[in-house]
C-alpha cells in the first residue's frame, strides 16, 4: 500500500531543481510539503508496511527510507541505524548543490514524521476499545440471575420445620418440601446449577419420591430445576399464565434478557386457574391464585395442619422484592396479595417467602406495611406532576431503604418499578 505514495514523492523530487529556479525558496518549500503530506499517508494508511526503497534526483545521489514499528531502516540487504543515516546524509551534502541540500534536508524531515506519527498510532491501537471489556448488562451478568449463580456455589440452607415440611435455601428462589410416605410435595424447582446438592439434600430427608413440583410463578429463578425434577417422577403444577410464559420467548426489559420456551418436560402439566386442593399424605394443601400480583400467574401453597404457607415471591423477607409490571405485576396486586396472606394467617403460621429467611405474620404486616408507604410517597409525588427522576431524586424509600434496600434491589430501583406500575 505504500509503494504509490513513495513512487509519488520520487517523482516530487524530480522537478525540484526547476522548482527551486522558478519559485526560489518558495519551489523548494513546495516541494517540502508535498513530501510531507505524502509521507504521513503513507504510514497513516499502512503503518505496518516497510517503504521500498526511495530513490531521489538529487545530482545522482540515492538513499533508502523505511520505518517500521521498530524504528529499523533497511538500505539494499544492509541495516542502517540512526547515526549511519544522518552520515550518510553529512556526505551526500558535500557532493550535492545548495538545492539537492535543501531538497534532502526536507526528505530526512520528512521521514521523520513517519516514525513519530507510527509510533503514536501504535500506542492509539494498543488501548483496548472502550468498552470493548465491559461486563453486559443483563439478568445473568449484573443483575439478579449473576446473584444466584454465585450464591449456588455456597452450600444450601437446609431448615426443617414442622409437619415434616423443610425449606431449602440458596438455590435461586426457596424450595419448600413436604414429605411423607406418599412421596414428596414441593414448592418451586430452584436453579439447575444446584440440582446435586437440592438431590442431596432431598435424600438426606427422606429416601420417598417426588410426586408434585408447584411452580409459584414463572420467573427463571423458581423453574429453571422443572425439567429435572419431572424427569426424577415430579408432576409440574403451576397457573396457566405461568405455563403460557414458559411456553414462550419471553423478553424482560428490565432485566435486558429474553427468555427462550423451555423444553417439554419442564413444562407445567396440571394447570391451575384459581384454587385447586390436594390431599397428599393426610395433609390438605390449598394451592390459589388472587390474579395480578408479583406476575399475572402466581400461586400460594398453604399446608393446613402444618399452618405453613409458602407465598413465592408475593413476599420477600425483609428485602424490596421484584414487581413484574411487564407480565402482569403491578404494585397495587402486590398489595392485594400481601393483604389477603396477612387475613388468613395467624402469629402461629409459619411464612414461607420468595426470597429471604423463614419468617411470621408480623414481618408480613412489615412487609406489607412498607409496600403502602412506598406506594404511597410515590403516588403523592406523582400527583404533583414530578417526573420519574424527580420522584427518584425525592427519595419516597429513605425510610426503609437501610432495613430492605440490601439485597438485589436498592431504593432507586424500587421506586422505578412502583412508578411503572402505577401508569
Known amino acids: 500500500m505504500t509503494t504509490i505514495p513513495i513512487l509519488f514523492m520520487g517523482l516530487l523530487a524530480l522537478p525540484s531543481p526547476w522548482l527551486a529556479?522558478?519559485?526560489?525558496?518558495?519551489?523548494?518549500?513546495?516541494?517540502?510539503?508535498?513530501?510531507?503530506?505524502?509521507?504521513?499517508?503513507a504510514r497513516t494508511f499502512a503503518p505496518n508496511v516497510s517503504m521500498p526503497l526511495l530513490t531521489t534526483a538529487g545530482e545522482g545521489a540515492g538513499i533508502a527510507m523505511a520505518g517500521t514499528r521498530h524504528s529499523a531502516c533497511n538500505l539494499h540487504n544492509g541495516t542502517l541505524n540512526g547515526d549511519e543515516i544522518v552520515n550518510a546524509f553529512i556526505k551526500l551534502r558535500k557532493q550535492s548543490g545548495v538545492l539537492s541540500s535543501l531538497l534532502l534536508v526536507s526528505i530526512a524531515m520528512t521521514a521523520s514524521f513517519p516514525l513519530a506519527s507510527m509510533a503514536t498510532f501504535a500506542e492509539t491501537v494498543s488501548q483496548p476499545s472502550p468498552g470493548k471489556d465491559a461486563v453486559p448488562d443483563d439478568y445473568f451478568h449484573t443483575g439478579a440471575g449473576a446473584r444466584y449463580l454465585r450464591r449456588a456455589d455456597a452450600d444450601l440452607v437446609v431448615e426443617p420445620l414442622r409437619g415434616n415440611i423443610t425449606v431449602l435455601m440458596g438455590s435461586g428462589g426457596n424450595i419448600t418440601v413436604l414429605s411423607g410416605k406418599e412421596g414428596k410435595f414441593l414448592v418451586d424447582a430452584g436453579i439447575i446449577k444446584s440440582q446435586e446438592?437440592?438431590?442431596?439434600?432431598l435424600d438426606k430427608i427422606s429416601p420417598a419420591p417426588m410426586k408434585y413440583m408447584v411452580n409459584t410463578h414463572w420467573h427463571w429463578d423458581h423453574t429453571d430445576g422443572n425439567a429435572w425434577m419431572h424427569a426424577a417422577g415430579a408432576t409440574i403444577v403451576a397457573q396457566k399464565n405461568t405455563l403460557r410464559h414458559l411456553t414462550e420467548?419471553?423478553?424482560?426489559?428490565?432485566?435486558?434478557w429474553t427468555f427462550d420456551p423451555v423444553p417439554a418436560g419442564a413444562r407445567p402439566t396440571l394447570i391451575v386457574d384459581n384454587k385447586k386442593t390436594f390431599i397428599f399424605d393426610g395433609t390438605r394443601i390449598e394451592v390459589e391464585n388472587f390474579g395480578r400480583g408479583h406476575t399475572d400467574g402466581d400461586l400460594w401453597i398453604y399446608c393446613k395442619q402444618a399452618d405453613v404457607l409458602a407465598l413465592g415471591d408475593t413476599f420477600w423477607n425483609g428485602f424490596y422484592p421484584y414487581i413484574d409490571?411487564?407480565?402482569g405485576g403491578d404494585i397495587n396486586g402486590a398489595i392485594e396479595w400481601a393483604?389477603?396472606?396477612?387475613?388468613?394467617?395467624?402469629?402461629?403460621t409459619?411464612?414461607?417467602?420468595?426470597?429471604?429467611?423463614?419468617?411470621?405474620?408480623a414481618q408480613l404486616i412489615e412487609f406489607r406495611d412498607m409496600l403502602v408507604a412506598v406506594r404511597n410517597n410515590v403516588t403523592a409525588l406523582k400527583k404533583q406532576g414530578k417526573s420519574l427522576d424527580e420522584i427518584i431524586a425525592a427519595k419516597p424509600t429513605a425510610a426503609f431503604d437501610a432495613k430492605w434496600g440490601n439485597f438485589v434491589f436498592n431504593?432507586?430501583?424500587f421506586t422505578k418499578m412502583v412508578y411503572d406500575g402505577l401508569q
Open 350 to 361: 409459619i411464612v414461607i417467602p420468595g426470597h429471604g429467611a423463614v419468617g411470621t405474620r
Open 21 to 41: 529556479r522558478r519559485f526560489g525558496r518558495h519551489g523548494v518549500l513546495l516541494v517540502f510539503l508535498m513530501l510531507l503530506f505524502v509521507s504521513m499517508s
Open 249 to 256: 420467548t419471553t423478553h424482560v426489559n428490565a432485566w435486558n
Open 411 to 413: 431504593g432507586s430501583q
Open 325 to 327: 409490571n411487564e407480565d
Open 197 to 201: 446438592k437440592v438431590q442431596a439434600a
Open 339 to 348: 393483604n389477603k396472606a396477612v387475613a388468613v394467617t395467624t402469629d402461629h
